[in-house]
C-alpha cells in the first residue's frame, strides 16, 4: 500500500513508485463489484457505513489506513488481547479455542498447575465448525465430555450451539453447567429436553471433576450418565428410555463448542440465571467414545497436570479435543520460546554439547549461551526455533531476536537476547 513496481517498463508508469499524499479505506475483493456496488461505496459519508457496505461485499483484504503509526519498537504484551487456548488433543482436526473477554489465572489449578478464571462475561469459542467432522458434521452422538471446575456460583461450564459466537444461535445442548443452587446439571436434546441433575452441590470455591457419557443403543434408547469426583451421581447404567430421533440422543447440528459459556438459560427448567461462568476452569475434553466409570476413577486420580495430559490423549482414553486452559501466565500471552542448538562442522553438537547431531530440542531452553566455544571447531551452525507452537493470534507477528557474540583468548560466547528482540506489526 502506497507502492508499486509500475516505475519499471510500464508507458505511464509514474516517476516515483512511493505515494505522497494521504490514503485511507482500501480493500481487495476476490469478485467483480458492480457499477451499483461502486456508486453505494462511493456514497457512503461515514467510516462504519463504508465498512459495514466493504464487509458485506466480502472482501479478502480491508485497511482503513486510520490507526496511528509511530516509529517506536512495540514494547507491549502480545496476544493478551484475544488469548488463544490450544487444543492438545493430537486430534488431526485440533480445534483451537478462542477467548472473548478478559481472563486472569488461578494459580492453584486442580493437578498442581494453573487455571483459567473467567469472569462471568468472558468466554472461550473454538475455531473450528462446519463441516469439520466430530465437531460439527453433525455433533457428536456417542460422546464423554470432562472437566475441572471451581466455582461459588451458578453458570456453564460448556456447551455446544451452531453459532460460533454467543449469539444467533437456533439449536444448543450437550452441555454442563451449575444451576442456581449449585447442583451439576448435563442436558441433551432428543427431540425433548432431557436432563441429569446431581442431587448434592458443588458451588463450594472447590476444584471438582465433573464427566458425562452418552451413548445410544438402539433406536429408543440410550445410555446417559453423569459423574463427579470420580462418583456416579446420575443416570443409570440400564439404559434409560429417551425418545430419540432416529437413535440420536443429542440433536441434530453442526457447530462449535463454547467453553465457560451455554445457552443453557433458554428454556431449560433448570437453566443457570447467568450463562457464562464465574470462577476457574481447567483440563476440558472431549471424546468421541463413552468414557467407563474405570476411566472416570483413573482420570480423577491422577495429581498433575502431564499425567492427567497422558491420560486424556491415550493412556486412558483418546481426546477428540483437549483444552488444558494453563496457557496463560501472569497477564502475558507468550507467542513462542526460543530455544539454541549449534552444531560444528565436524557434525558433533557444540551446544548443548552432545556426541552427534543435536536434538530437535535443545536440553536447555534458556534464551542465553554464555558456555565458551573453542573457535578451533571451524565453522558452526547457529539454528534458533520455537519450541512451543504460538498461537494464531502471534501469526502475523515476526521476531528479530538480536545475537551477541564475543571472542576472547582462542573463544567465544554467544547470546540470544530475545527481551530486546524487535516485534514487527
Known amino acids: 500500500l502506497g507502492w508499486s513496481n509500475a516505475t519499471q517498463g510500464w508507458p505511464d508508469g509514474p516517476t516515483n513508485r512511493y505515494f505522497t499524499g494521504s490514503l485511507a479505506q482500501i480493500a481487495v475483493f476476490s469478485n467483480v463489484l458492480s457499477a451499483i456496488k461502486v456508486s453505494t461505496l462511493y456514497s457512503q459519508t461515514s467510516t462504519t457505513n463504508y465498512n459495514n457496505v466493504v464487509q458485506s461485499y466480502s472482501p479478502k483484504s480491508n485497511w482503513n489506513l486510520q490507526d496511528n503509526p509511530t516509529t517506536s519498537l512495540y514494547t507491549g504484551s502480545i496476544g493478551t488481547s484475544s488469548p488463544m487456548f490450544p487444543d492438545y488433543s493430537n486430534n488431526p482436526g485440533t480445534n483451537l479455542g478462542n477467548g472473548q473477554g478478559s481472563f486472569t ?17 468472558s468466554y472461550i469459542s473454538t475455531t473450528d465448525g462446519p463441516p469439520i467432522a466430530f465437531y460439527s458434521s453433525p455433533g457428536p452422538q456417542t460422546f464423554s465430555i470432562a472437566a475441572w471446575f471451581k466455582t461459588t456460583t451458578d453458570g456453564s461450564i460448556v456447551g455446544f450451539t451452531n453459532s460460533q459466537s454467543n449469539t444467533g444461535q437456533s439449536n444448543w445442548d450437550r452441555h454442563i453447567w451449575i444451576d442456581n443452587t449449585g447442583h451439576v446439571v448435563f442436558g441433551v436434546y432428543p427431540n425433548q429436553i432431557y436432563e441429569l441433575k446431581s442431587p448434592s452441590t458443588y458451588s463450594d470455591n472447590a ?8 451413548q445410544p443403543v438402539s433406536l429408543t434408547q440410550a445410555t446417559v450418565l453423569l459423574y463427579v469426583d470420580g462418583t456416579l451421581v446420575a443416570g443409570n447404567t440400564n439404559d434409560e428410555t429417551l425418545p430419540l430421533a432416529n437413535g440420536d440422543p443429542a440433536q441434530v447440528y453442526g457447530g462449535w463448542w463454547h467453553l465457560g459459556w451455554s445457552n443453557a438459560t433458554q428454556y431449560w ?20 467414545s463413552v468414557l467407563s466409570a474405570t476411566n472416570v476413577s483413573s482420570l480423577e486420580s491422577e495429581t498433575t497436570s502431564g499425567g492427567y495430559a497422558s491420560a486424556v490423549t491415550g493412556s486412558v482414553a483418546a481426546s477428540n479435543s483437549y483444552w488444558p486452559l494453563d496457557q496463560i501466565t501472569g497477564s502475558n500471552i507468550p507467542c513462542s520460546y526460543i530455544g539454541v542448538t549449534i552444531l560444528s562442522s ?14 530437535s530440542f535443545a536440553t536447555n531452553a534458556g534464551l542465553f549461551l554464555d558456555e565458551p566455544i573453542p573457535l578451533s571447531l571451524g565453522s558452526l551452525i547457529f539454528t534458533t526455533y520455537s519450541l512451543n507452537s504460538a498461537p494464531t493470534t502471534c501469526s502475523n507477528l515476526h521476531l528479530s531476536v538480536e545475537w551477541e557474540l564475543q571472542i576472547t583468548n582462542g573463544s567465544f560466547s554467544a547470546s540470544l537476547y530475545h527481551d530486546i528482540g524487535y516485534v514487527i506489526l
Do not use: K, R
Not at 565436524?346 to 554439547?353: A, D, E, Q, R, T
Open 269 to 288: 427448567p433448570d437453566g443457570p440465571t447467568n450463562g457464562y461462568f464465574t470462577g476457574s476452569l481447567a483440563q476440558i475434553a472431549v471424546f468421541n
Open 105 to 121: 489465572v488461578d494459580p492453584n489449578g486442580p493437578l498442581n498447575d494453573t487455571a483459567t478464571v473467567l469472569n462471568g462475561s
Open 207 to 214: 476444584w471438582h471433576f465433573v464427566v458425562v457419557t452418552v
Open 346 to 359: 565436524g557434525g558433533n553438537c557444540v551446544y548443548p554439547v552432545e556426541t552427534g547431531s543435536c536434538p
